[in-house]
């Protein structure tokens, strides 16, 4: 089955502890990137990857890393969390530019 | 600047009552996608219309590209219809994708 696939899928944790949220797809998709949503603000892009070791900065970078050694991931790092990184976090990825965009199921991160 | 908006910001309907959603798109903004986020949190598609009409059962969207809109229109509603409807759009300079801040629908029975 084409997914997107996201891990973990809630997380809760504190200030400052390091964390990585993975996402895989398993269609081949040279563009992934990934989103925040906030209630009021929608969903913004942090960061996108056109194609392996190339990532770019959506609109929301700060405070986030990613990175892309390979087609099908592209983990979000958190160095040191904070509570206003406590947002649902969704991956997605398209095969290019003029293709949808598929999503996964979300993740739904706790900082406190 | 670079701007995706919805209209309504929310809407009630009865059930079986018929629904238009608008978005307004700035200029160098393309690709649009229409997408559903149902009551559990999850996103999805429901057209991919840079331009022309495509309809999916009850579900149907028109993109006017030249005018720089596109509607979604629900016929029929029902109760799992409601959620928040996003459209979003690739901004043609450098390929970010811009979402809308939604239209929540809530369908009642």
């Known amino acids: 089955e084409a997914q997107v696939t996201q891990n973990p899928r809630y997380l809760i944790t504190v200030t400052g502890k390091k964390l990585t949220v993975t996402c895989s797809q398993n269609?081949?998709?040279?563009?992934m990137s990934w989103y925040r949503q906030d209630p009021g603000l929608g969903l913004r892009q942090i960061y996108y990857?056109?194609?392996?070791?190339?990532?770019d900065k959506g609109d929301v970078p700060e405070g986030y890393k990613v990175s892309r050694k390979e087609k099908r991931n592209f983990p979000l790092i958190l160095e040191s969390p904070s509570p206003n990184q406590t947002s649902l976090y969704f991956c997605?990825?398209?095969?290019?530019?003029?293709?949808?965009?598929?999503f996964g199921p979300g993740t739904r991160l706790t900082v406190t | 600047g670079i701007q995706v908006e919805q209209s309504p910001p929310d809407l009630i309907l009865q059930e079986g009552a018929n629904s238009t959603l608008r978005c307004n798109f700035s200029?160098?903004?393309?690709?649009l996608q229409w997408f559903h986020q149902n009551p559990w949190g999850q996103l999805i598609n429901l057209f991919y219309?840079?331009?022309g009409t495509k309809q999916n059962g009850r579900l149907s969207a028109t993109t006017v590209a030249t005018e720089r809109y596109s509607l979604l229109y629900i016929s029929s509603s029902q109760t799992t219809d409601s959620g928040v409807y996003f459209c979003?759009?690739?901004?043609?300079?450098?390929?970010?994708?811009?979402f809308g801040k939604g239209t929540r629908l809530h369908i009642l029975p």
């Open positions: 997605a990825s398209k095969q290019g530019l003029p293709y949808e965009q598929y």
């Open positions: 269609m081949n998709h040279e563009y």
């Open positions: 990857s056109m194609n392996v070791e190339v990532t």
């Open positions: 200029d160098s903004v393309n690709n």
């Open positions: 219309i840079p331009s």
């Open positions: 979003a759009g690739v901004w043609n300079r450098d390929d970010k994708i811009i």
